[in-house]
């Protein structure tokens, strides 16, 4: 980090996409501001005006208050890139843009799905999809830790949940890509950023409605077959919606947690002493996982809308005006984590904010830590080396931190015998 | 010192037991049970970190 202040609040940038594909995460900047100014109103280009939050406390105070500060309005902060008022994501209406009451019905249908007691029966399916994903690329020299390890395991594991055949997963894997990466070239196969998300969208609303209309005939105990006999006030819960929460579950359950594995290796990498550390200690994986996803903070930001005048640190807030919550600021946040700048696997307590906080705090948090759990625990047990092979190719957003490429040498051992 | 927890905002996402054993306990409902509602001050520290590290902020630690 540097010390002297070079940057200044007309040129910082913190929402270009460029600039994360290019830089990765804008630390220095967000540092500056959670020093300077921490509440601080931005007005970029072909972007609507938004406050920039920063700092761990008041991401926490207004997170807390579901109902003063709106999902609905605003999800999140966007470049306009086409010139037009457009969400880089297609239009749902999923828990991600519902606000109190409804959000609380919707959540209900499978938040008991996903608590640690729920996931916990998921953790030997987990282990058998690590182990095999790991067994590929054994006995390899090289490979790129992305399409080889990374991005199959949250897929694999989602799939099972919802219960997609295995021989769909590949068509689903390509949806959530062009679906959630459409602003980066590299996954768009139409000819712009909005005809490959629509694509995707109608590919996986066309695949849902087919296997809903199976779980209401034949119920299941998958999480497909719990959403399309979930109700709401009593009431089935419409289509629309319906199919806009299989959409969020397949998005949210697999960039993420791609992006934490691929960060937690990179950062160990980083840090050999910390890999070697884990190696040595594996009863330090629970805090090694809250770090890596801590360190990684895969979802750079969301959106709140005031819905009435209201006070953040000192700073008027008017009705109407949104506020971007920056997590990944938040969990560098001076004022909260000792050296935040280290990546240390036994940080303890980890209070970070990279699964949100509040009513809207991530619905597969647990199902995360599980996987990750698992992924690092063989990868500590396997992986005997491990090296940069390339340069990183970061995807091109300001929503979710993304390495799409992370070309490795390695040496990875076979699985020990089964006990 | 009193505790409350929020029953509808309450997920079972466990961190209060890991924080404060003594006070919280997560049972097969999914839901923290209050095993005491009034900690003593010995246990201040534990029972603000799980006020702190619930996920869905759904427990109040007050000074009544």
Known sequence: METK???????????????????????????????????????FPKTDPFWAITKHADITQIS??????????RLLVFVNEEGLEQSPTPPFRHLLDMDPPEHNEYRAIVSRHFTPRSVRPLQPEIENITRHVLDEVTGREQCDFVTDVSSKIPLAVIAELLGVPHKDWEQLFRWTNETIGGGDPEFQAGTTAQETMERSRLGLFQYFTD????????????????????????????????????FLLVVAGNETTRNATTGGLRAFIEYPEQWQKLKRHPELIDSAVEEIVRWTSPVIQFARTATEDTVIRGQKIKAGE??????????????????PFKFD?????????????????????????????????????????????????RLRSSFVGGIKHMPIRMKMKPAAAAA | MKVV????????????????????????DDKSHLLIDRPPERLRQKVKLAERMCPRQAITVSDE
């Open chain 1, 5 to 43: 202040d070079a940057l200044s609040l007309e040129s910082l940038n913190i929402i270009g996409p460029d600039y994360y594909a290019q830089n990765g995460y804008p630390h220095r900047e967000w540092t500056y501001l959670r020093k300077h100014k921490p509440v601080f109103w931005c007005e």
């Open chain 1, 322 to 339: 949104s506020v971007c919550l920056f997590y990944p600021s938040a969990n560098r946040d001076e004022e909260v984590f000792e050296e």
């Open chain 1, 211 to 246: 296997m809903v209309a199976d779980r209401m005939k034949h119920p299941t105990n998958d999480i497909t077959s719990i959403v399309a006999n979930g109700k709401v006030h009593g009431q089935p819960i419409p289509q629309f919606e319906m199919l806009s929460y299989y």
């Open chain 1, 64 to 73: 807390k208050q579901p109902r003063l500060f709106l999902n609905g309005p």
């Open chain 2, 5 to 28: 927890v929020d029953q509808k905002l309450c997920e079972g996402n466990m961190k209060c037991q890991q924080a404060a054993p003594e006070v919280f306990e997560v049972r097969d």
């Open chain 1, 345 to 393: 696997i036994s940080r303890d307590p980890n209070p970070h904010l990279a699964f949100g906080i509040g009513q809207h705090s991530c619905l597969g948090a647990n199902l995360a830590r599980l996987e990750l759990k698992v992924i690092f625990s063989q990868l500590a047990e396997r992986l005997d080396h491990a090296e940069l092979a390339g340069p990183v190719e």
